[in-house]
């Protein structure tokens, strides 16, 4: 029984930043990977960023050094930092925890305005 509580969404400016938290409810120690997705209206799903147990990470090319991903293992808190924000980052991010099944936030939503 693992709950995942998403934080950080809003409205900004194209060009700003954000960061999205998600906490898990519990200390996990084994975890096969955490990430995030993003679903825009009318889009299809993308995987954002994931970081596995090891601490290998991988960031979306569209993305990529925009978009940073980021672990605390006690308690089990993901990051993704976001900066120089687009509109066409607005979108709902979800994020999510594997172990032998995969937990999903409730998403947070995140507007970028031109």
């Known amino acids: 029984q693992v709950q995942l509580v998403e934080s950080g969404g809003g409205l900004v400016q194209a060009g700003g930043s954000l960061r999205l938290s998600c906490a898990a409810s519990?200390?996990?120690?084994?975890?096969?990977?955490m990430g995030w997705y993003r679903q825009a209206p009318g889009k299809q799903r993308e995987l954002v960023a994931y970081?596995?147990?090891?601490?290998?990470?991988a960031v979306a090319d569209s993305v990529k050094d925009r978009f940073s991903i980021s672990r605390d293992n006690a308690p089990n808190t993901l990051s993704l930092q976001m900066n120089n924000l687009k509109p066409e980052d607005t979108a709902v991010y979800y994020c999510?925890?594997?172990?032998?099944?995969?937990?999903w936030g409730q998403g947070t939503q995140v507007t970028v305005s031109s």
């Open positions: 970081i596995r147990t090891g601490g290998s990470k």
């Open positions: 999510y925890i594997d172990l032998l099944i995969r937990y």
């Open positions: 519990k200390i996990i120690s084994r975890v096969n990977a």
